[in-house]
């Protein structure tokens, strides 16, 4: 049973770009949550999306935007990126009855110059 | 503000000791507390969790205990490994975000067990 699984593993950006990370849910998962570790830090909560649409979302601005696919995947997009934005974003799969166990992947290592 | 707060930044125990990594919670709405553990270069692994309702919750060498009256909750490691060797993160689920129990985490802890 594979778990959550995320690509790329690790991207390097410039100042400016946009990006777009990947995220498969566990089987049988279907609610995706986004999170952000800065270095040093615990995870902090992007959004959420459930029935491909986004139900919550954390204290990030609107340069953070994401989807849901019918299949349950999810993308995190980041626009016009900042050299702060640099951080591991991990991607966490639970289900809707259970959204208190949430199953996190590997994470992408986003280094922005 | 942080509402999950772990205020030992690292732990060092001998191997069979016990290990008690310790979080403290400020929002009154957390009703449900998850302990995760972190090697390097993976993601969070869940370790285990306890409702509000409960004060203790125990699996295998894992037992976690929780002060509602004093918003604290321990991990309790027994006997620690070399393996237990991680970063012990202390996570919170808000009943107000309601459905969606998003996760409210503290900054973690390092816990080295030596041989």
């Known amino acids: 049973d594979a778990g959550v699984t995320q690509s790329p593993t690790h991207l390097i950006k410039t100042r400016g770009q946009q990006v777009t990370l990947r995220c498969s849910p566990k089987s049988g998962h279907d609610t995706v949550s986004w999170y952000q570790q800065a270095l040093g830090q615990g995870p902090q909560f992007i959004f959420q999306?459930?029935?491909?649409?986004?139900?919550q979302r954390g204290n990030f601005p609107d340069r953070f935007s994401g989807h849901q696919f019918p299949n349950y995947s999810s993308e995190l997009n980041v626009n016009a990126l900042l050299l702060g934005d640099s951080a591991l974003y991990l991607c966490?799969?639970?289900?809707?009855?259970?959204?208190?166990?949430?199953?996190f992947g590997p994470g992408t290592r986003l280094t922005v110059l | 503000d942080q509402q999950v707060k772990q205020n030992s930044p690292s732990l060092s125990v001998q191997e069979g000791r016990i290990s008690i990594l310790n979080c403290d919670y400020t929002n009154s709405m957390f009703d449900y507390f998850l302990w995760y553990k972190k090697y390097p270069a993976e993601g969070p692994t869940f370790l285990i969790s306890?409702?509000?309702?409960?004060d203790k919750n125990e699996d295998g060498r894992f037992t976690v205990f929780l002060n509602k009256s004093a918003k604290h909750l321990s991990l309790h490691i027994v006997p620690s490994q070399p393996g237990d060797s991680a970063v012990y993160f202390c996570?919170?689920?808000?009943?107000?975000?309601?459905?969606?129990?998003?996760?409210?985490f503290g900054s973690g802890t390092q816990l080295t067990v030596l041989p």
């Open positions: 999306y459930y029935e491909e649409e986004e139900r």
């Open positions: 966490a799969s639970s289900r809707a009855s259970a959204r208190n166990e949430q199953f």
């Open positions: 306890i409702s509000s309702i409960k």
């Open positions: 996570a919170a689920s808000d009943q107000s975000s309601g459905s969606a129990r998003q996760l409210t």
